[in-house]
């Protein structure tokens, strides 16, 4: 967990209590983990039909294993977890039974007769303690052996949840606690804690559902959040899971928590053809994979205190990729985020170019595929050139960006999702088909983790595009989404699958805080999850992703103010905090460069909007020229980042949160905050707002904008909507 207060923080710890059973099995080791996520218990059947020449006539066989789910943190009740012993049930067809114990797995049991079999596990410690229970149905054929991977998952009733926090009352003058656990249903439970002597509070629940559950505690000091913790807990029927999170090392003090306002960032910079001078005033920086590794060495010995953070996108892939990256060709069609498909009629060579499928319309005559489309089949994509329903065949480019190859009939087929130019969307979600990539089955996320999360991350990750739901691809990128890849149409609205995608997020996320080890980890989540982050990235904001359609005060109140905005985000969650307002020159996707243009002017007004909105709170400030480039596209510098190049930090530290100077109703409100050196004043309102000071303040005196920051002493003043200002003691 990472732990430390808003102004003096502790540099990143994770606490790491994370217990794997494990033995090994030949040469592979086999680890029982009972996943925290309801979505983790989704049953997963491989049926590999194999001849089995041993078998009796008229009988088939099953080989039973257990699906080891996620590896995460997790805090375990006070009893051995260790299994040392399967016990499998099954039940079938006319009365028929089998029971089979073993310490080893996969366990083989034959002689079964035909038909439906509904087969059990409890898994048992040196104690003959059930820690863990699992169920599964599969059907038998005569003559073959079906190899069943079986999700194991707590019991289901009560437990015990005792939990202790402890801190330093020296420091910490007026505490409370804010609790919380989400359980493996996806049901929040806030933790009422009670403050026994000082410096200690307690939480105990003798009837806890049981579950593995993610629990998020947090610290206050006088409504100032100073220290939290993400946990998984796992909760066994009639026992106990003990918990003692201790925040004593709040008061010791961190060089990301300690610099002063403004604070600035940049995401994806141009590292080939650098302004190091430039590129080292910023606080952090965000890269690509694609980086010059001189370029960050360089940086970092100008600015020691500058931080690196590896930008990574595991729910889109660009086409780009696939030309110089091998790994990205071990990648099966399941893992991708489809559409409703279909299967081949027929099958194809690697030339044919007319190919027929059973269908080309949906059971609503929607048509499963459209000119443009481009679609995926085994481990080839291709580009739909035209469709011909009344033959039922499609007009293809083969080896579109992935090659050419030979495909049987029966084969699915089905068109890729596309958010991103020139990418395709990846399934994050618990419904995504397991596959054996050469690395034992798993989905796209773990294969991902793996692959894409190595020892090049950095001082920590940037997680781009991670966001809560996905259903809302549906209208506007897709016709449809089949998660499972059953060439089947949801009728529920995309929420279980929105409910999938959330837990895996969840899911993923605590293991990534295990496989990183006391990084940081961002998002590009627009403030989802927060409670597992250090903090989240606000793109477009202020903006509403359109050049063409003014930005309403609606839209920035979601963006700032909400429960999930950025102010209360850059406020809470995992500590140091690098949440980050990135404001756009340009909202919409362009293929040319804007500052190629000699006569080319930063829009300032938007800049003081971004940069004021961005100080109302505690996070980090970027002005970048546009959503295709970011940073690439040319740095911009402004005379607000620094005082007119008078020295970076200018304005100190907060004295004040943000408060409402003028409420107009429904068109808005305008807020200030107040700082060591100075205030800032943002009107995201529709009205032009005077203010009235207290006192009298200086204008800066830039040369950038000489008629806003003329240096003059003022008392009052007029600021247009959506426009902001930095005012000097």
């Known amino acids: 967990m990472f732990r430390g207060n808003e102004r003096h923080q502790s540099s990143f710890n994770i606490s790491n209590q994370c217990k794997l059973n494990t033995r090994k099995e030949g040469h ?56 040392v012993q399967y016990d499998f049930h099954g039940s079938g067809p006319n009365g028929s039974s089998f029971d089979v114990s073993d310490d080893q797995l996969p366990v083989y049991q034959r002689g079964l007769d035909f038909g439906e079999w509904t087969i059990t596990v409890n898994a048992k410690n040196a104690d003959d303690i059930i820690v863990a229970q699992g169920l599964l149905t599969t059907t038998i054929h005569s003559g073959n052996a079906v190899t069943l ?12 949840l005792d939990l202790t926090v402890l801190w330093n009352e020296s420091e910490i003058e007026i505490p409370s606690l804010q609790g919380q656990i989400i359980t493996s249903s996806d049901v929040p439970i806030d933790l009422d804690f009670v403050m026994q002597d000082a410096g200690r509070a307690e939480f105990i629940d003798n009837n806890f559902p049981t579950g593995y559950h993610a629990m998020s505690v947090q610290l206050y000091d006088n409504d100032v959040h100073v220290a939290g913790a993400v946990e ?6 009639n026992q106990t899971t003990s918990s003692v999170l201790d925040f004593h090392d709040i008061n010791q003090s961190s060089d990301q928590d300690a610099l002063p306002y403004p604070r600035l960032a940049m995401w994806w910079p141009n590292s080939w053809d650098p302004d190091l001078d430039m590129l080292e005033r910023y606080d952090y920086i965000g890269w690509g994979d694609w980086e010059n ?33 091998p790994l990205m060709y071990q990648i099966p069609a399941v893992w991708f985020l489809t559409q409703v498909g279909t299967v081949l009629a027929e099958g194809i060579d690697e030339t ?23 679609v995926v089949c085994g481990f080839e994509s291709m580009r739909v050139v035209a469709v011909n329903h009344a033959a039922s065949t499609l007009t293809v480019e083969r080896g579109f960006v992935r090659p050419a190859a030979v495909h049987s009939a029966g084969e699915r087929i089905a068109a890729h999702i596309t958010f991103w130019p020139e990418s395709w969307v990846m399934n994050m979600s618990t419904l995504c088909p397991r596959y054996d990539a050469g690395n034992g089955i798993e989905r796209w996320v773990e294969w991902a983790m793996r692959n894409d999360m190595g020892e090049s991350t950095m001082d920590g990750v940037i997680l781009d595009r991670l966001e809560q739901t996905q259903g809302w691809l549906v209208g506007s990128y897709a016709r449809t989404i089949d998660p499972d890849c059953t060439n089947t149409l949801i009728e529920d609205d995309y929420e279980a699958f929105d409910d999938a995608w959330k837990e895996s997020i969840q899911a993923m996320l605590l293991e990534l805080r295990t496989l990183l080890d006391g990084k940081a980890i961002i998002a590009n989540s627009v403030g989802a999850f927060p409670e597992f982050l250090n903090g989240s990235i606000y793109e477009s904001c202020p903006g509403n992703w359109s050049d063409s359609i003014p930005e309403t005060y609606n839209d920035w109140e979601e963006a700032v103010l ?60 970027s002005y970048e020229v546009g959503i295709k480039g970011h940073g690439s596209l040319g740095l911009l510098w402004f005379d607000e980042y620094d005082n007119a190049g008078e020295g970076r930090g200018y304005l100190g530290y907060p004295t ?11 068109d808005g409100k305008v807020f200030r905050r107040n700082f060591d050196n100075g205030i800032v004043i943002c009107n995201p309102s529709e009205r032009e707002t005077s203010i009235s000071l207290e006192n009298s303040f200086f204008l800066m005196e830039g040369a950038q904008q000489p008629g806003t920051n003329t240096g003059e002493l003022v008392e009052t003043l007029v600021i247009s909507p959506k426009d902001g200002i930095v005012l000097l003691n």
């Open 293 to 325: 590794e001189t370029t960050l060495e360089n940086l970092k010995q100008l600015n020691p205190e500058q931080l690196h953070f590896m930008s990574v996108n595991l729910a889109e892939m660009d086409w780009d990729d696939w030309s110089d990256n």
């Open 656 to 666: 004040s949160d943000a408060f409402i100077v003028h409420d107009y109703g429904d």
């Open 149 to 160: 991977l079986i999700p194991v998952q707590p019991i289901t009733g009560y437990g015990v």
């Open 28 to 83: 592979q080791t086999i680890i029982l983990y009972l996943p925290f996520v309801s979505c983790i218990f989704l049953a997963l059947l491989i049926m590999a039909f194999i001849s089995c020449t041993a078998l009796e006539p008229r009988k088939g066989a099953v080989i039973l294993d257990i699906d080891p789910g996620y590896q995460i943190n997790t805090v375990l009740p006070d009893i051995d977890m260790t299994p």
């Open 562 to 621: 909400g429960s999930e905005g950025y102010i209360s985000v850059s406020k809470s969650g995992f500590v140091p905090n690098f949440s980050l307002v990135e404001t756009y020159e340009l909202e919409e996707y362009y293929e040319d460069n804007p500052m190629d243009d000699p006569s080319f002017v930063p829009n300032y007004q938007r800049m003081r909007w971004g940069i004021t909105t961005a100080l109302l709170g505690d996070g980090y400030f």
């Open 352 to 374: 044919q170019t007319t190919i027929s499928v059973n269908e080309t319309r949906d059971v609503n005559l929607d048509p499963l595929f459209e000119p443009g489309d481009t």
């Open 232 to 237: 998984v807990v796992r909760i066994v029927e």
